[in-house]
């Protein structure tokens, strides 16, 4: 016997207050989930080398291998949308988001009890390589899933301004991981690498609870309902065998997949840029405080909170592809400028550079992404399809601090090399997003129909 699906919300007041209800829960959870996955990049930038991988002869060698194992979480990352991807699409968003945020809490957690190498060698490595495979695991199916949750509740004339909501998230994560790493990076190095760098972590069980409390209220949308409903019809009348999300990706929706790929790729390029890189180069070849980069990285995240809503909602008016390409163009612009404020050890110029190239460069492009992938997918393949694009780069993007502290390593800090693969790849996404349908006015209740 087939199993009804729940109704969906009848008046438009029912609507929009479970559209709000999402958006706020995407934006929550989300934030929970980034603010783990950034506290772990910065410590790689400050206190994984010595504490895991030291080499007192050279300390940037240190480093390196802290960003080595930053990048394996990034490994992960598909392997998690493609399960996670499966389930939402099959049996629900709501359950493969709350099984992401329990297994990105409690990794995240364990972190924080690690001894190091001085305690047990080797061991301390490993551990933490085991740990950042599950973060990975677990982030690959949390930002699909979020932007979903947020988009297919959304009213039709507004899916990038809600859609906005889960980038919004990862703002307030990373306000909160680099405000609180500022905050305990005042500590003496002695106490900072005795037991302070564990604070931000073990911090992460009290937001977990936040966040797991906030995503079991939540609903299913009323795009999955309607698509479940209609799929478990034709199954019950025609016999149609429902066919598997990761098949029906590649054999229909291919061209969607690479070009949405390709954005998401410029983009985290230049995102990691202002989120990790820049802080490496300030730490190892400035005399600018560290603590200064952590402010201004948390301020630049702070004025992103507004810019993602601001570039969501001009996208549904506008158009996604405008916003995309016009965010794609800006980040281009300031790269090279960006280095030159950090290298002039300039106080005002890094704070200026850091606002402008986040808030609105990584702001535009970013902003858009939740709207404009899901309305490239089908409805029984969006959560696989949004996950799978932005997680298949992440095995390329992941690497780039490594790569880019190699490169600092080989030129005695010159930036030059790093700027330039920078623009390259906002050009790719620049270019994909050019070939990109304009989607702003698709229907997202479309029941496996590939966008055209």
């Given at each position: 016997?087939?199993n009804?699906?729940?109704?969906?919300?009848?008046?438009?007041?029912?609507?929009a207050?479970?559209?709000?209800?999402?958006?706020?829960?995407?934006?929550?959870?989300?934030?929970?989930?980034?603010?783990?996955?950034?506290?772990?990049?910065?410590?790689?930038?400050?206190?994984?080398?010595?504490?895991?991988f030291?080499?007192?002869?050279?300390?940037?060698l240190?480093?390196?291998?802290?960003?080595?194992?930053?990048?394996?979480g990034?490994?992960?990352?598909?392997?998690?949308?493609?399960?996670?991807?499966?389930?939402?699409?099959?049996?629900?968003?709501?359950?493969?988001?709350?099984?992401?945020?329990?297994?990105?809490?409690?990794?995240?957690?364990?972190?924080?009890?690690?001894?190091?190498?001085?305690?047990?060698?080797?061991?301390?490595?490993?551990?933490?390589?085991?740990?950042?495979?599950?973060?990975?695991?677990?982030?690959?199916?949390?930002?699909?899933?979020?932007?979903?949750?947020?988009?297919?509740?959304?009213?039709?004339?507004?899916r990038?301004?809600?859609?906005?909501?889960?980038?919004?998230?990862?703002?307030?994560?990373?306000?909160?991981?680099?405000?609180?790493?500022?905050?305990?990076?005042?500590?003496?190095?002695?106490?900072?690498?005795?037991?302070?760098?564990?604070?931000?972590?073990?911090?992460?069980?009290?937001?977990?609870?936040?966040?797991?409390?906030?995503?079991?209220?939540?609903?299913?949308?009323?795009?999955?309902?309607?698509?479940?409903?209609?799929?478990?019809?034709?199954?019950?009348?025609?016999?149609?065998?429902?066919?598997?999300?990761l098949?029906?990706i590649?054999?229909?929706?291919?061209?969607?997949?690479?070009?949405?790929?390709?954005?998401?790729?410029?983009?985290?390029?230049?995102?990691?840029?202002?989120?990790?890189?820049?802080?490496?180069?300030?730490?190892?070849?400035?005399?600018?405080?560290?603590?200064?980069?952590?402010?201004?990285?948390?301020?630049?995240?702070?004025?992103?909170?507004?810019?993602?809503?601001?570039?969501?909602?001009?996208?549904?008016?506008?158009g996604?592809?405008?916003?995309?390409?016009?965010?794609?163009?800006?980040?281009?612009?300031i790269?090279?400028?960006?280095?030159?404020?950090?290298?002039?050890?300039?106080?005002?110029?890094?704070?200026?550079?850091?606002?402008?190239?986040?808030?609105?460069?990584?702001?535009?492009?970013?902003?858009?992404?939740?709207?404009?992938?899901?309305?490239?997918?089908?409805?029984?393949?969006?959560?696989?399809?949004?996950?799978?694009?932005?997680?298949?780069?992440?095995?390329?993007?992941?690497?780039?601090?490594?790569?880019?502290?190699?490169?600092?390593?080989?030129?005695?800090?010159?930036?030059?090399?790093?700027?330039?693969?920078?623009?390259?790849?906002?050009?790719?996404?620049?270019?994909?997003?050019?070939?990109?349908?304009?989607t702003?006015?698709?229907?997202?209740?479309?029941?496996?129909?590939e966008?055209?």
């Amino acid at each position: 016997m087939t199993n009804t699906a729940p109704s969906a919300p009848q008046t438009p007041q029912e609507r929009a207050k479970l559209a709000k209800r999402a958006a706020i829960a995407s934006l929550v959870g989300t934030a929970v989930e980034w603010y783990d996955y950034f506290i772990f990049g910065t410590a790689s930038a400050l206190v994984f080398g010595p504490l895991f991988f030291p080499n007192p002869d050279d300390p940037i060698l240190g480093t390196l291998s802290a960003f080595a194992v930053f990048g394996v979480g990034f490994v992960a990352r598909p392997l998690g949308a493609v399960v996670f991807g499966h389930f939402g699409d099959k049996f629900g968003r709501k359950v493969a988001l709350i099984t992401t945020l329990m297994l990105m809490g409690v990794s995240t957690f364990l972190i924080g009890l690690l001894p190091t190498a001085d305690q047990i060698g080797l061991w301390a490595a490993a551990m933490l390589v085991a740990l950042r495979l599950a973060q990975g695991f677990a982030v690959g199916g949390e930002w699909g899933g979020a932007s979903l949750v947020a988009v297919e509740y959304a009213p039709e004339n507004k899916r990038g301004a809600y859609g906005s909501f889960p980038q919004i998230g990862n703002a307030v994560g990373l306000v909160c991981s680099t405000g609180i790493f500022a905050i305990v990076s005042l500590l003496p190095d002695d106490q900072l690498f005795a037991w302070g760098w564990r604070i931000p972590f073990l911090l992460s069980a009290v937001l977990i609870v936040v966040g797991l409390f906030i995503r079991f209220k939540l609903t299913e949308t009323p795009t999955f309902q309607a698509a479940q409903a209609e799929l478990e019809n034709k199954q019950e009348s025609e016999k149609v065998k429902d066919k598997m999300p990761l098949a029906e990706i590649f054999r229909r929706f291919k061209k969607p997949l690479l070009l949405a790929m390709g954005m998401r790729f410029g983009e985290a390029v230049f995102g990691y840029i202002v989120l990790t890189i820049g802080l490496t180069f300030v730490e190892n070849y400035t005399d600018i405080p560290r603590t200064h980069v952590l402010i201004a990285s948390s301020i630049a995240a702070a004025f992103a909170i507004y810019t993602y809503y601001f570039f969501g909602r001009i996208s549904d008016t506008v158009g996604r592809r405008t916003v995309f390409m016009g965010g794609s163009l800006f980040g281009a612009a300031i790269v090279f400028p960006f280095f030159w404020a950090l290298d002039s050890d300039n106080l005002l110029l890094m704070y200026v550079v850091y606002a402008l190239a986040y808030a609105i460069g990584v702001g535009a492009v970013y902003g858009v992404e939740p709207a404009f992938f899901s309305e490239l997918f089908g409805t029984k393949v969006r959560y696989t399809g949004v996950s799978l694009a932005a997680q298949i780069p992440s095995i390329l993007v992941g690497f780039w601090p490594f790569l880019a502290t190699a490169l600092f390593a080989a030129t005695d800090g010159d930036p030059w090399p790093i700027a330039a693969l920078t623009v390259a790849s906002l050009g790719i996404g620049l270019v994909c997003a050019y070939l990109a349908p304009e989607t702003n006015r698709s229907d997202i209740n479309e029941v496996g129909e590939e966008t055209r």
